[in-house]
C-alpha cells in the first residue's frame, strides 16, 4: 500500500474547513490522507523539516512569509483557495458616525462604551502581530485599551456574547472566518496600513512529495478556488 499524503494545516478552524477541500481531491485520485494540525510556526516547521507534505495554507506574502522564507526553494505553491485579509472590526449596532476607523477609538463617544479589551488569538498570528502593533502605533494605551493573545474560544466566545448583550467591543479579525457568516461585522478603516495587505490562501507541496501525489492530483489542486465567502461557510459547518 502507497505512503499516505501528509496534510498540515494550521490549528484554526476556517483552516481545518479549507484542507478538507484540499483532502477530498487527493481522495478522488486513490489517496490516504494523514491529517495533522498545529499553530503556524510549528506547521511551517514541520513542512520545513518534510514532516507533512501538503500545508493549507499559507497566507501569502504578508502573513506568514517570513516562516515560509528559509525554505521556499524547497515547495510548489500550487494553488490559491482564497483571498484573505487581516481586519479589525465591531459589531454592526455600533454606529458608523461614532467609530468608522481605529483614530476614533480614542474620542467619544467610543471613550464611553467601548471595552478596552480588544482579545485576540494565538501570538504567532498575523492578525496578532498587526494588532499589538496597531495599540502601540496609534496610542491606545493612553486610553486602556490593551490587545491580549488567548485561544479561539476566548476570541470568539467574547465577541458573541458581547452581541448578545450589545456591547461595543472591537474584534481582531480575518476573512475568511465563520463568524462573517453568521453576524453583520464592519471593518474599521486603518490608514496606518499596519494590517497588512491582501494575501493570497496558497497550498504549499513540497517538492520532493510531487511525483508520489501526481500529475493529475496536482492539476485538479491548481485549478480549486474556493473564494472567502465559501470558506466561511464552511467553516460556520464545522462550528454547527
Not at 489517496?31 to 506547521?43: G, L, Q
Request: overall charge negative.
Amino acid at each position: 500500500m502507497s505512503e499516505p499524503v501528509r496534510v498540515g494545516h494550521i490549528d484554526l478552524s476556517f483552516h481545518d474547513a479549507a484542507a478538507r477541500e484540499v483532502e477530498n481531491v487527493l481522495v478522488a485520485h486513490g489517496h490516504r490522507i494523514e491529517r495533522s494540525a498545529a499553530p503556524h510556526e510549528d506547521m511551517f516547521r514541520r513542512l520545513g523539516s518534510g514532516e507533512v507534505d501538503v500545508l493549507v495554507a499559507a497566507w501569502l506574502p504578508d502573513s506568514h512569509g517570513a516562516y515560509l522564507a528559509p525554505f521556499r526553494e524547497q515547495v510548489r505553491e500550487v494553488a490559491v483557495l482564497y483571498e484573505p485579509y487581516c481586519l479589525w472590526g465591531v459589531p454592526d449596532y455600533v454606529p458608523v458616525q461614532a467609530v468608522a476607523e481605529v483614530a476614533d477609538l480614542l474620542r467619544a463617544p467610543a471613550l464611553q462604551h467601548m471595552e478596552r479589551l480588544i482579545q485576540g488569538i494565538n501570538p504567532g498570528a498575523g492578525i496578532s502581530r498587526f494588532s499589538t502593533a496597531i495599540v502601540s502605533q496609534y496610542g491606545l494605551h493612553a486610553a486602556g485599551y490593551r490587545f491580549e493573545t488567548g485561544t479561539q474560544a476566548q476570541c470568539f466566545g467574547r465577541f458573541v456574547d458581547a452581541v448578545a448583550e450589545r456591547r461595543w467591543v472591537v474584534i481582531p479579525l480575518w476573512q475568511p472566518q465563520w463568524l462573517h457568516h453568521r453576524y453583520q461585522i464592519r471593518e474599521l478603516e486603518e490608514p496606518k496600513g499596519l494590517l497588512g495587505g491582501t494575501d493570497q490562501a496558497t497550498v504549499l507541496v513540497r517538492r520532493d512529495a510531487e511525483q508520489r501525489i501526481g500529475t493529475a492530483a496536482l492539476t485538479e489542486l491548481a485549478a480549486l478556488h474556493l473564494g472567502n465567502a465559501k470558506v466561511s461557510e464552511l467553516d460556520d459547518r464545522l462550528q454547527r
